[in-house]
């Protein structure tokens, strides 16, 4: 009778208890891997024992009507916001337009006009200087464009200036309003403005909130 070393005969007692096919000693199998879970014993596939990340459908469902309410809450302060760098580019343009006016007189020795201009040609074509303005030389050459007003902003300007600004070679207004106080144009968009104040010596400024807005 053949004698077995216990060695042998604990190795094939482990075999056994580790199940068919499953051991370090047959072929095609790797060493055993408590991460590794096969079609034996278990009623699940095989797969590395690790965690799974994503989202379920009710945690995308609450993420998107998180954002969703902040989205809302910040729509009117970004609203806002546009509407003034809105105003203050319109504002800005204005006023870069009667500085070149006033400029081109003094330069020139001859009077520059800024006026009301809907095509962009000729002056007074338009209801407001919310249609747009030109500066013009006294030959009617025409020195700068600007377009019409974004948005539904209009315009409010005081008498003497309601057609057109008229700049001497000393760049000064012509003729000098009756009374000669300073002259006045808001651009206003739905309760907020800014407003240009052009005194009689043909400086203008910039100030916010203008009345009539």
């Known amino acids: 009778m053949a004698l077995v070393s216990p060695s042998v005969r ?36 095989f797969i590395l024992n690790r ?8 945690e995308l469902i609450i993420t998107l009507v998180i954002a969703g309410i ?18 203050t580019s319109q504002a800005n343009g204005f006023m870069a337009d009667v500085a070149l006016a006033r400029s ?15 095509n962009g ?19 009617g050459q025409v020195l700068r ?16 200036v309601a057609d057109s600004i008229v700049y001497d070679r000393s760049g000064l207004m012509t003729p000098t309003p009756t009374p000669a106080v300073v002259q006045t144009i808001s651009i206003c968009d739905h309760g907020r403005g800014r407003l240009i104040e052009i005194a009689i010596t043909g400086r203008a400024q910039i100030s916010k909130n203008p009345p009539g807005c």
Do not use: Q
């Not at 965690?51 to 009710?58: D, E, K, Y």
């Not at 007003?149 to 409010?156: K, P, R, V």
């Open 10 to 45: 604990n190795g094939a007692e482990t075999r056994r208890r580790d199940g068919p096919f499953i051991g370090l000693l047959l072929p095609f199998v790797g060493r055993i891997d408590d991460r590794i879970r096969p079609f034996i014993g278990e009623n699940r596939p």
């Open 51 to 58: 965690a799974v990340f994503g989202f379920t459908l009710i």
């Open 70 to 87: 902040l989205l809302a809450l910040a729509a009117p302060s970004l609203s806002g916001f546009v509407k003034s760098n809105r105003l």
């Open 104 to 118: 081109e007189a003094v330069k020139r020795g001859a009077n520059i006009t800024i006026c009301r201009s809907g």
């Open 121 to 139: 040609t000729d002056c007074l074509i338009g209801t407001t200087w919310k249609d747009g303005w030109i500066v013009v030389d006294g030959a």
């Open 145 to 160: 464009v600007h377009e019409k007003l974004a948005g539904d902003n209009f315009t409010i300007a005081s008498s003497a």
